[in-house]
Antibody, heavy 126, light 110 residues
Framework: EVQLVQSGAEVKKPGESLKISCKGS????????IGWVRQMPGKGLEWMGI????????RYSPSFQGQVTISADKSISIAYLQWSSLKASDTAVYYC???????????????????WGKGTTVTVSS | QSALTQPASVSGSPGQSITISCTGT?????????VSWYQQHPGKAPQPMIF???NRPSGVSNRFSGSKSGNTASLTISGLQAEDEADYYC??????????FGGGTKLTVL
């Protein structure tokens, strides 16, 4: 079955670090990009960035560049999203999803996210 | 990158058709046919309903259809059913090589 399994809910204090994970089957990781999407409480979806686990090529939304780190370990089919110093405003549900990408005349185009994890709730509160 | 503009809410009765608009710019919706739509039920992960403006992923009902004109994309749901009540989000690839989502539309089935 094609699925992404995300790590469990986290409760952290401001300033703490955190790394959440997203594990997929080899079939879902191999040759595909994995992305992260934030959904703050009661708000909409925000695209954070994507990674190609095959070579760790990573692309960030300017809004999240420098705020988080996306990484992956292709040997165990896991992608990660991490923070070095959490803020209360990082409180949200974070989804991982397989980002479908097409290569046209040397340019990558990210056209949709077809498989989604169930989400990881991150709560940052003192 | 500003979010794409969607109406906050739409409603319809069972059996009716509704259309949700998604307005962007010439740097995103107007520039590419890489518009997709997602359905999200409360407490659940989003699920794709339309990709590449008008294509349905396998398993999605043909009651869902998509289109685009200029900088505005649209999602139409025909034969409205109670199970269609959810939040809907559009998204588009952008000239900045990122993806932008719409603010979301809450669909109420009366």
């Amino acid at each position: 079955e094609v699925q992404l399994v995300q790590s469990g809910a986290e409760v952290k204090k401001p300033g703490e670090s955190l790394k959440i994970s997203c594990k997929g089957s080899a079939s879902i990781f191999t040759g595909y990009w994995i992305g992260w999407v934030r959904q703050m409480p009661g708000k909409g979806l925000e695209w954070m960035g994507i990674i190609y686990p095959g070579d760790s090529d990573t692309r960030y939304s300017p809004s999240f560049q420098g705020q988080v780190t996306i990484s992956a370990d292709k040997s165990i089919s896991i992608a990660y999203l991490q923070w070095s110093s959490l803020k209360a405003s990082d409180t949200a549900v974070y989804y991982c999803a397989r980002q479908r990408v097409t290569l046209v005349r040397g340019n990558y185009y990210y056209y949709y996210m077809d498989v989604w994890g169930k989400g990881t709730t991150v709560t940052v509160s003192s | 990158q500003s979010a794409l503009t969607q109406p906050a809410s739409v409603s319809g009765s069972p059996g009716q058709s509704i259309t949700i608009s998604c307005t962007g710019t010439s740097s995103d919706v107007g520039a590419y046919n890489y518009v997709s739509w997602y359905q999200q039920h409360p407490g659940k992960a989003p699920q794709p309903m339309i990709f590449d403006v008008s294509n349905r992923p396998s398993g999605v009902s043909n009651r869902f259809s998509g289109s685009k004109s200029g900088n505005t994309a649209s999602l139409t749901i025909s034969g409205l059913q109670a199970e269609d009540e959810a939040d809907y989000y559009c998204s588009s690839y952008t000239r900045s090589s990122t993806v932008v989502f719409g603010g979301g539309t809450k669909l109420t089935v009366l």
